[in-house]
């Protein structure tokens, strides 16, 4: 099957890029449903699944929401306002869908499959169920992505990054060409073949948004959803390298300035962890990683996430580059 996008001159014009907290939710959280263990993302998912099941989010909104394979509810994935959005603004977004888009939705979704009681309710009470919906989302995002979110979000940016120095060096159609193999630039219409939905410009806004995500391969995902423009989440550059472990050759030289302790610590943190994991892998105890993971949050190169009764500590970007070689 093959869905065909028109572009005028406007459209072309207004095509742009955009980073969606929302996108990598709805497919990290797809690609933990497979059956299979997911070949570019097994790092990360051995470390999340037990988590979600655990809060019992494999059970919740989200699984009623987002099936292993096929639609994904529109109203999940808001226009983004600007290219870097944060979550609680797209969330805001979501709580602001009106009943009839996600009724529409949802009756796309039944169609497909039988529908959990927890869309039914969704269908009668949409703005009571979305408030639940956005508390889970919120609850994911703490559990599976805020604590890897630097990571992440420096290969989407970095993604758009060169897609812009595309543009300007050789014009949009060759970074359409470029984006997946399922998608071509062809005398002013973007072809995308092997589509499970129908994609044409009388269903959609103006433009096109453009969505690298880390988690949507090997495939392309569309939005429609008029007069919105049109949205295509489609396979990031590098994640094949996304889950390495990040080098610490600098390690010394910033235990000269931290403390060995401490550069030890953030030499650990290359996975999130807690307290008790951090103190059992460096043989410190747990008083004192507690106190130096304050001083290094206090500081910027470390985050904490709470899943359940303990914290999740996560290097952030400041903190890689800290340890990354130069030169």
Known sequence: MESRLAFSA??????????????????????????????????????????????????????????GAGYLADFLNPTPAGPFPELPAELAAIRRSTPEQVRSDLAVLAAKSRPAPRLRLLHEEPEAALEKVAAEIETYWELALAPYWPRIRQLLESDVFHRARQVAEHGSAHVLNELHESVSWDAGTLRLVRRHCE?????????????????AWPRVLTRSVAPEP?????????????????????????????????????????TPASTTQLARHSGLSAAAVSQHLTALRNAGLVTGHRTGRSVLYARTAVADALLTPVG
């Open 230 to 270: 049109p949205q295509l989440a489609y396979p990031a550059r590098g994640i094949g390298t996304l889950w390495e472990p990040r080098t610490t050759e600098s390690s010394d030289a910033v235990a000269a300035v931290l403390g060995r302790s401490r550069a030890l610590l953030l030499a650990e943190l290359d």
């Open 10 to 67: 406007a459209d072309l014009a207004q095509t742009r890029f955009a980073v969606s907290p929302m996108w990598e939710v709805v497919t990290s959280f797809r690609l933990l449903r497979e059956a299979t263990e997911p070949p570019l993302h097994r790092r990360w998912a051995a470390q999340v699944r037990p988590r979600l099941e655990r809060a019992g989010l494999d059970r919740g909104w989200l699984a009623a929401l987002i099936p």
């Open 199 to 215: 994609l044409t410009r009388d269903q959609t806004g103006s433009g096109l948004l453009l969505v690298p995500s880390a988690f």
